[in-house]
């Protein structure tokens, strides 16, 4: 039985999972941004597929390192340029299939 709305937590790039589950209670869904950053999970990581298997993708944080920190009060590091990298390794391994567009 579906219910009529759900709470989803923020993800960098969920899997297809995520969009299934919003997509069967849109338009009553929520982003959760006040609950805690838990640590090695998908909250800053995502995971893609290349030709050599799979590549683990991180955001790096400056802030939301230690416990009960709010999602919301996170604070991204940008220390280095990986976007840049994230975005290179997606071109690479995606530029390719049927509906990736520059």
Known sequence: MIEKGAVFPMFYLPPVEYFININRYKPDIVIES???FPK???RNRANVYTPDGVLA???PVSKGSKN???IKDVKISYDFEWQRLH???LQACYRRSAYFEL
């Open 68 to 70: 009960h920190t709010k």
């Open 34 to 36: 006040e609950e805690h």
């Open 57 to 59: 993708l991180t955001v």
């Open 87 to 89: 975005w290179l390794s």
């Open 40 to 42: 090695q999970t998908y």
